[in-house]
């Protein structure tokens, strides 16, 4: 388990403060999969940094499987690193070896033979799907291969804890989804707890349990991938989930004044976001029955996270006023998040 307990970090420089995290909390499970998302300059990195002490926080604490790192001395926080493996987006190989020897390089301070050392990195080369470059050197790999070498090296040591510094944001979509699914792959198997930093909110999509998001040097919202993509509570969190689904066209075409956005006297356009709880119920044909009012749907997609249908639906009201009013608050006493879009 990893804790954080109101961190802080400051940089200083000739040119002034930056205040990268204010006092941020946080806890996570062992053996999830946890995403922190936020746009370039929230403090993500400077986050991850501070959990394996790369970054010393300037103020709080930092607990990882039990253990207050600040507390430890030079000797125990390089041992307490060798259970933490972390991998980055340029993948930081060392270029003048060999994949082997890459993935052999934190073993050598485990005290192993060289047989077990020989099967070790084999059967880690196995792992990530790539027991037929072991004696390819960096530059002779794809991206991809390149961060698979990064993994199997950065679980060398049988960490408890997996960190990923944006370790995908250099990969195309496809290889991306790969080397997700790799590390769900891995963490299946070793249990081990995986945080994942990135500015995509299709990579939390695939991949996490749970998810934080930071503005700022702040953590805005926390909780559940189910929960967070159903009901975002901050703006921050409804652009990100906004980003991911094909709903948010929406705004783009609003700005573009695309006809299909444009609304007659006393329409409202709403965008619907429903969850595994309600997504079974007629409520389009309820509202329409009860309160006469008429859905007319542009946009619509449904995902499926951890098992529960999440969707959202972009939907244009005609009626009264009175009947579209009473049908939203419908809608919303059913659970479903209501957000007017705009109104005529
Ligand atoms: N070593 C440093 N010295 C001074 N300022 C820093 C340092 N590292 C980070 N910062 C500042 O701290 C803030 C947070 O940076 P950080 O890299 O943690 O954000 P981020 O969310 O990871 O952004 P990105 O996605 O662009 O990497 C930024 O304003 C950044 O300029």
């Known amino acids: 388990m990893i804790r954080l307990e109101h961190v802080s970090k400051t940089f200083t420089s000739k040119h002034g403060s930056v205040e990268a995290l204010k006092d941020v909390s946080l806890t996570i499970e062992k053996g999830k999969i946890f995403g922190i998302i936020g746009y370039s300059g929230a403090g993500k990195s400077t986050l991850i940094r501070c959990m394996n002490l790369l970054e010393r926080p300037s103020a709080g604490k930092v607990w990882v499987d039990g253990e207050d790192l600040m507390t430890l001395n030079a000797k125990q926080l390089r041992e307490k690193r060798r259970k933490m493996g972390m991998i980055f987006q340029h993948f930081n190989l060392l270029r003048q070896r060999n994949v082997f020897d890459n993935v052999a390089f ?102 996490c349990d749970e998810v934080a998001v930071m503005e700022n040097g702040v953590i805005v919202e926390t909780g559940s991938i189910v929960d967070i993509f159903a009901k975002p509570k901050e703006k921050m969190t409804q652009d990100f989930v906004n980003m991911a689904a094909s709903v948010n066209r929406i705004y783009t075409l609003i700005e573009e004044g695309n006809p299909l956005t444009e609304l007659k006297s006393g329409e409202t356009m709403a965008m619907l976001r429903y969850n595994a709880d309600n997504t079974s119920q007629a409520l389009i044909s ?22 529960k249908p999440i969707g959202s639906l972009v939907v244009v009201f005609s009626g009264s006023s009175v009947g579209i009013t009473h049908a939203m608050q419908c809608l919303h006493e059913k659970g479903v998040e209501v957000e007017v879009i705009r109104s005529c």
Do not use: W
């Open 106 to 207: 934190p073993l050598k301070h485990e005290k192993l033979s060289k047989q077990q050392v020989e099967t070790k990195v084999n059967d880690l080369l196995a792992l990530v799907g790539l027991a037929d470059k072991k004696y390819a050197y960096p530059s002779q790999l794809s991206g991809g291969q390149k961060q698979r070498v990064a993994i199997a090296r950065a679980l060398a040591c049988d960490p408890s804890v997996l960190l990923c510094d944006e370790a995908t944001s250099a990969l195309d979509p496809q290889i991306t989804h790969s080397i997700l699914a790799l590390l769900k792959d891995i963490n299946r198997k070793t249990g081990i707890t995986i945080v994942i930093i990135t500015h995509e909110m299709a990579v939390i999509k695939e991949i």
């Open 286 to 307: 309820k509202i329409s029955r009860e309160y006469g009012v008429d859905s007319n749907i542009i946009f619509g997609n449904i995902e499926v996270l951890k098992d």
